[in-house]
Each structure stands twice: as C-alpha cells, then as structure tokens.
C-alpha cells in the first residue's frame, strides 16, 4: 500500500481523487480517512482542505442515506491528525478523538434516522425472549427506547473511534514509510500516558458517571487501550520476539474480555511504573 500512498501524494489532485472515490465505495471509508489523515499530517489543516472536503461529500451523502460512520470517521481523523501533527504526542489526540466522539454520541449522530422506535417493534416481532426483557424494563420504569438509543450510539460511537485510531496509525505508517522510515515503528512503541492524562481520563469517567454523560464514560476508555496495546508492542520489539506473538495477543485481544482487561490494567500500572523504560535501562 505504500506504492499507493506514494502515488496519492504527487499532489492535491491525486490525493483528493483517491480519498473521494474510497468514500463513495462502500465500506471503504476507512481508505478515505487514512488518505485525510496522511495529507494532514504531511502538510497540516489548510492545504489539505480540499481532500477533506473531496472526502466529505460523498461521506456526507452515505450520511443522508442514513450512514453516518464514514463521515464521523473521517471528520474525527482529520481532527486527531491536526493534533498529533501540532503537539507530537499521540495521547494528546487519543483524548481528543475521545471527547470528540463522545459529544457526536450524545448529539445523536449515530442514531438512526427513523429513531430507535422501529428497530425496537422489529426486535419484538422478531423475537419473544427479547420482547419479554423490553416488557419487564418498561414495567421497572425505565424508558427501553432511551435505552435502545444510548446502546446503538454507543456502540456505534465506539466503533468509529476505534476505527478513527486505527486510521490514523495507517496515515501515520504511510508518512513514516514515505519521509521517515521506521519512525511509525519508534514512536507507537514509546506511546505512554503521562500522570496528568491518565487522572484527566479518570475525571472523564467519573465526571460522565456523576453527570449522567455515559459517552464519557464509554469512550474515555480507549486511550488508555491503545496505550497498553502500545506497551505490548513496545514490550515484544524491544524483547526482539517472532511476530506471532502479536498475532496472539490481538486474537486475545479481539475474543476475550479479560485481555481487554489486562491490557488496561497493564497501562495503567505502566502510566507510574513506566516498564519500557526499566527494559531499556537494564539492557543498557
């Protein structure tokens, strides 16, 4: 892929053709979203205006059509890029893309045109079991359609920023390929919260439990995911072990939820303990 990228950054045109026709595309948004997020990172905000806004418009269609996703992702790419391109810090735009998508969800961005009224007479009619649990929720007084609705953005939220990192770690990984070869490499290995990010994470999560925010709380999470994910990259580079081990752990990672647990558990330790750096020292 990084022949592609090579081609897509000749110049503007090429670049805002490309993310364009992979916005169109089905399910190829995320091509899009790594093509905005490689120019910006590149050449910043304002030159790469027009490969935005090429993006923008046929995600913005799918948006009419009811899809939300691709324009979500790409706009959220676009944003952590500008930050991680200003500041060099990747936790810095991991907490953006955060609060950015956890305001997206409780602006109901990704709930369904229609609302959640006819999924939820679709999913009674459909089955018996989980007509019986929205009956028994309604008859304890909770509201299921509110529910419906803070599930299925929620979720939905959750998705496009995992997506959104991912695209931006394949921009990021193309500059690198082009202009810093294995620099994408050094610098997710080094990923790590600082002490006043991890506590900001922290306040986010309470702040959103305290307040009734529970976007907050859903997606201030992932940061610290992507930092432990870092760690275990950084860990199995810098112990010089087979790439399988990462196969291994990201089949963990995607099937059980006590790897998601360790994993956080493992960054947080490592935001006070800082485990790469004492690997380092000691081999040194």
């Known amino acids: ?35 905005a997020a490689l120019v910006t990172l590149r050449r910043g905000l304002v030159p790469t205006l027009p490969v935005i806004v090429a993006a923008a418009l046929p995600a913005g269609w799918w948006w009419v059509q009811g899809d939300a996703i691709p324009l979500a992702s ?42 959640t009224g006819p999924l939820l007479e679709q999913l009674r009619q459909g089955s018996s079991e989980i007509d019986r649990l929205l ?24 998705v496009v920023l995992v997506a959104a990192v991912a695209c931006l770690a394949l921009g990021r990984s193309w500059q690198a390929g082009l202009y810093n070869p294995g620099g994408f490499r050094q610098e997710f ?22 307040l009734g925010i529970p976007a907050l709380s859903m997606l201030a999470w992932i940061p610290l995911l992507v930092a432990g994910i870092a760690l275990v990259h950084g860990f199995i580079g810098a112990k010089g072990m087979n790439g399988l081990w990462l196969i291994a752990f990201y ?12 994993v956080l558990l493992a960054a947080c330790i490592d935001v006070f303990v800082d485990f790469r750096g004492r690997l380092a020292s000691r081999s040194d």
């Open 1 to 35: 892929m990084l022949t592609i990228a090579r081609w897509l950054m000749r110049g503007t045109p090429y670049a805002a053709g490309g993310a364009a026709i992979a916005a169109i595309v089905p399910w190829l948004f995320w091509f899009s979203a790594a093509v």
């Open 74 to 115: 790409i706009l959220l790419v676009t944003l952590m890029a500008v930050v991680l391109r200003e500041r060099m810090r990747w936790s810095e735009a991991l907490i953006v893309g955060a609060l950015a998508g956890a305001v997206m969800i409780q602006l109901g961005v990704f709930v369904p045109p229609g609302g």
């Open 135 to 158: 009956t028994e929720l309604t008859r304890q007084g909770y509201d299921a359609q509110e529910l419906a609705t803070l599930l299925i953005g929620g979720v939905t939220g959750l």
């Open 189 to 210: 290995h080094a990923l790590r919260l600082s002490g006043r990010e991890f506590f900001l994470l922290v306040a986010l999560i309470a702040v959103g439990m305290v």
């Open 251 to 262: 089949l963990l990672l995607i099937t059980t939820w006590p790897t998601i647990l360790i």
